[in-house]
């Protein structure tokens, strides 16, 4: 019997997705009985807890829908078929919204005081995540009204496409006459809507959304029937043609009326971005449990930067430049191994981090994950907007390629030079994001619905300050290298923010990166685009300092407070998955939770 790839991948899941379940059911048996003593209560909730069932079958609940009321996105020469995701039809939100409300009824029914810790934060997690999704629902359901006036057509659409999915069979003749009668309506629309002045710019990508969606839906409807019904061949063809077209100049004259509401000055550098403003930042901020103010990072960031400037003065000074840091930074840059050379120098500084951290015994590291994490050459594309090596389950290495112009060689090479890269290697690598992925594919791998890059990135860039603060910088140059980027990351949270709170335009925040930061010019410029361009949410910039000084200060609570040592705590928080670190701090101190769990941890110290 021939199994498809995707009927085997399908089938393997849902035995994982089965036994996880099993395992929950005899977990919470096992929490009852007093034959939970033959192991740490920490050990018996590492793969699941009383309330993850719930959150795997929300999972696959809602993955359901969306799958279901998806268009799929015709594969002609493989059997495994794709989707195309668009913007949900009023039908699909209305499912999503009916079964994200079934799973808040099913929480609630829940005894929350009589389950453990572990569950409470699994119950919190999809309270949260349904909360979040609702809101997020809610929000497109008012914005989808306020658009539909200029897309009166899309039920007509959408009811073909209800027709397709269980294969109603339709009249050719009819369908043609329906798609010619809905052209006619499309230009009709496009000439009164060429008579709007503007249109906000979140009216418009969504209007646009819309339009590429019912462009992707109607696709569906035609590849599903044309070539197997006679009729629908011989008559739809030309007006499905003609329609599809017009949609496509539709959709592009929605967005050309697109105003941005902002009071961004003009700029120069190219860069588009959407800034969200203040408050989109603030409800975005408690979402991923964050109880700061845009202004209150801001000034996180500063008071950071002064700490780096000290320490970078101090380099400088022991390096012959005295406070000219800038100059003892270009000695670093120039430092730069020849073209052809950085993969050997990756393998190096991997190597000397691991060493460090195995000899100070920081962390448990499997021996297949050492063995198994790959090496990658970034692509010059890519590295237009990733000028530095990137990584997870492999490392990409950023430097130049021959189709590069001398003067994009060079600072591409100066950006990557082993001082800098010392600093970063692990956080690419072990035990930054490959353990991550290692480890949190194989502990309570359900949570990964829940991540959020306070905890992604805050892990790996934890790893950074915490092996600065361990002396694995020992030379200035390599203090140079390693504060090079704390800067930046700093940087990163200032210039982030200030544009998405309107007050810098991109280019400002290029120029910031390289006379604050001592940045070259276009591995700036790469970063900026990142940032905006690069379809990173807009708090993902803030989230690398912010989670790492979160874990720090968890650190300082359990293992500067003689709690834990060192390698219990990174276990121990590695294996809670991508959470936020506010509840990884609850799981490790036992922190009192309400079912209506909102964020309060002031983890940092303006102060001191």
Same mark, same amino acid.
Request: glycine share 6%; hydrophobic share 35%.
């Given at each position: 019997?021939?199994?498809?790839?995707?009927?085997?991948?399908?089938?393997?899941?849902?035995?994982?997705?089965?036994?996880?379940?099993?395992?929950?059911?005899?977990?919470?048996?096992?929490?009852?009985?007093?034959?939970?003593?033959?192991?740490?209560?920490?050990?018996?909730?590492?793969?699941?807890?009383?309330?993850?069932?719930?959150?795997?079958?929300?999972?696959?609940?809602?993955?359901?829908?969306?799958?279901?009321?998806?268009?799929?996105?015709?594969?002609?020469?493989?059997?495994?078929?794709?989707?195309?995701?668009?913007?949900?039809?009023?039908?699909?939100?209305?499912?999503?919204?009916?079964?994200?409300?079934?799973?808040?009824?099913?929480?609630?029914?829940?005894?929350?005081?009589?389950?453990?810790?572990?569950?409470?934060?699994?119950?919190?997690?999809?309270?949260?995540?349904?909360?979040?999704?609702?809101?997020?629902?809610?929000?497109?359901?008012?914005?989808?009204?306020?658009?539909?006036?200029?897309?009166?057509?899309?039920?007509?659409?959408?009811?073909?496409?209800?027709?397709?999915?269980?294969?109603?069979?339709?009249?050719?003749?009819?369908?043609?006459?329906?798609?010619?009668?809905?052209?006619?309506?499309?230009?009709?629309?496009?000439?009164?809507?060429?008579?709007?002045?503007?249109?906000?710019?979140?009216?418009?990508?969504?209007?646009?959304?819309?339009?590429?969606?019912?462009?992707?839906?109607?696709?569906?409807?035609?590849?599903?029937?044309?070539?197997?019904?006679?009729?629908?061949?011989?008559?739809?063809?030309?007006?499905?043609?003609?329609?599809?077209?017009?949609?496509?100049?539709?959709?592009?004259?929605?967005?050309?009326?697109?105003?941005?509401?902002?009071?961004?000055?003009?700029?120069?550098?190219?860069?588009?971005?959407?800034?969200?403003?203040?408050?989109?930042?603030?409800?975005?901020?408690?979402?991923?449990?964050?109880?700061?103010?845009?202004?209150?990072?801001?000034?996180?960031?500063?008071?950071?930067?002064?700490?780096?400037?000290?320490?970078?003065?101090?380099?400088?000074?022991?390096?012959?430049?005295?406070?000219?840091?800038?100059?003892?930074?270009?000695?670093?840059?120039?430092?730069?191994?020849?073209?052809?050379?950085?993969?050997?120098?990756?393998?190096?500084?991997?190597?000397?981090?691991?060493?460090?951290?195995?000899?100070?015994?920081?962390?448990?590291?499997?021996?297949?994950?050492?063995?198994?994490?790959?090496?990658?050459?970034?692509?010059?594309?890519?590295?237009?907007?990733?000028?530095?090596?990137?990584?997870?389950?492999?490392?990409?290495?950023?430097?130049?390629?021959?189709?590069?112009?001398?003067?994009?060689?060079?600072?591409?090479?100066?950006?990557?030079?082993?001082?800098?890269?010392?600093?970063?290697?692990?956080?690419?690598?072990?035990?930054?994001?490959?353990?991550?992925?290692?480890?949190?594919?194989? $502990?309570? @791998?359900?949570? =990964?619905?829940?991540?959020?890059?306070?905890?992604?990135?805050?892990? +790996? %860039?934890?790893? #950074? &300050?915490?092996?600065?603060?361990?002396?694995?910088?020992?030379?200035?140059?390599?203090?140079?290298?390693?504060?090079?980027?704390?800067?930046?990351?700093?940087?990163?949270?200032?210039?982030?923010?200030?544009?998405?709170?309107?007050?810098?335009?991109?280019?400002?925040?290029?120029?910031?990166?390289?006379?604050?930061?001592?940045?070259?010019?276009?591995?700036?410029?790469?970063?900026?685009?990142?940032?905006?361009?690069?379809? $990173?949410? @807009?708090?993902? =910039?803030?989230?690398?300092?912010?989670?790492?000084?979160?874990?720090? +200060? %968890?650190?300082? #609570? &359990?293992?500067?407070?003689?709690?834990?040592?060192?390698?219990?705590?990174?276990?121990?928080?590695?294996?809670?998955?991508?959470?936020?670190?506010?509840?990884?701090?609850?799981?490790?101190?036992?922190?009192?939770?309400?079912?209506?769990?909102?964020?309060?941890?002031?983890?940092?110290?303006?102060?001191?």
């Amino acid at each position: 019997m021939h199994i498809s790839k995707k009927d085997y991948l399908s089938v393997t899941r849902k035995i994982f997705l089965s036994s996880a379940l099993i395992l929950g059911q005899l977990l919470f048996i096992n929490a009852s009985l007093k034959a939970q003593k033959i192991a740490p209560e920490s050990e018996i909730y590492e793969q699941a807890t009383e309330v993850s069932g719930k959150l795997i079958q929300y999972g696959q609940d809602i993955n359901a829908i969306r799958e279901f009321y998806t268009p799929y996105r015709l594969n002609p020469t493989g059997e495994e078929q794709y989707k195309q995701w668009v913007l949900n039809s009023p039908e699909q939100r209305k499912r999503l919204i009916e079964v994200n409300n079934d799973y808040l009824q099913k929480l609630a029914a829940i005894d929350f005081n009589s389950i453990s810790v572990y569950g409470k934060v699994d119950y919190i997690l999809l309270k949260k995540k349904i909360n979040l999704e609702l809101e997020n629902l809610q929000k497109e359901e008012v914005q989808y009204n306020s658009i539909k006036k200029y897309i009166p057509f899309a039920g007509e659409i959408y009811f073909l496409e209800k027709q397709r999915r269980r294969g109603v069979s339709l009249d050719g003749q009819q369908v043609a006459a329906k798609l010619d009668s809905i052209l006619k309506e499309v230009k009709t629309d496009e000439a009164s809507f060429s008579k709007v002045a503007s249109l906000d710019m979140t009216l418009a990508v969504k209007a646009q959304q819309a339009v590429i969606g019912l462009k992707g839906r109607l696709k569906n409807v035609y590849d599903f029937y044309y070539g197997y019904d006679p009729m629908f061949t011989w008559w739809v063809p030309a007006p499905y043609k003609l329609l599809d077209s017009a949609l496509t100049v539709y959709s592009k004259q929605l967005i050309q009326k697109g105003k941005l509401l902002t009071t961004q000055k003009p700029d120069s550098s190219g860069i588009k971005g959407v800034p969200i403003g203040r408050d989109a930042l603030i409800s975005q901020l408690n979402a991923e449990m964050i109880p700061y103010t845009p202004e209150e990072l801001i000034a996180l960031a500063n008071k950071e930067f002064a700490w780096c400037d000290k320490e970078m003065l101090k380099a400088s000074q022991e390096m012959g430049y005295g406070n000219d840091w800038k100059k003892a930074l270009e000695k670093v840059k120039n430092s730069y191994v020849p073209a052809g050379k950085q993969p050997e120098l990756i393998v190096k500084l991997y190597n000397d981090a691991l060493t460090f951290i195995k000899d100070r015994d920081l962390i448990t590291i499997p021996p297949l994950a050492e063995e198994t994490w790959g090496m990658i050459m970034m692509t010059p594309q890519r590295q237009l907007v990733n000028p530095f090596f990137t990584g997870g389950e492999e490392i990409s290495i950023s430097y130049p390629t021959n189709t590069m112009n001398e003067g994009d060689k060079l600072m591409s090479m100066r950006g990557n030079n082993p001082y800098f890269s010392r600093g970063t290697v692990q956080h690419e690598l072990i035990p930054g994001h490959n353990l991550q992925y290692f480890i949190n594919s194989r $502990y309570k @791998p359900y949570r =990964q619905d829940f991540q959020t890059p306070f905890a992604i990135e805050g892990w +790996s %860039l934890y790893w #950074e &300050l915490l092996l600065y603060d361990q002396g694995f910088a020992k030379t200035p140059e390599e203090r140079i290298g390693m504060l090079f980027w704390r800067m930046h990351r700093c940087a990163r949270i200032i210039f982030s923010l200030n544009y998405h709170l309107g007050n810098w335009t991109p280019q400002e925040c290029i120029n910031f990166l390289v006379d604050r930061v001592g940045h070259e010019k276009a591995n700036a410029e790469g970063e900026v685009r990142r940032s905006f361009e690069g379809g $990173y949410s @807009p708090l993902y =910039q803030v989230a690398y300092l912010t989670g790492g000084l979160q874990l720090m +200060s %968890l650190k300082h #609570e &359990l293992v500067d407070g003689g709690k834990m040592t060192y390698k219990q705590f990174h276990d121990a928080v590695i294996k809670e998955n991508l959470i936020p670190v506010e509840l990884t701090r609850a799981t490790l101190e036992g922190t009192p939770l309400d079912k209506d769990f909102k964020t309060n941890w002031k983890f940092y110290n303006f102060i001191k």
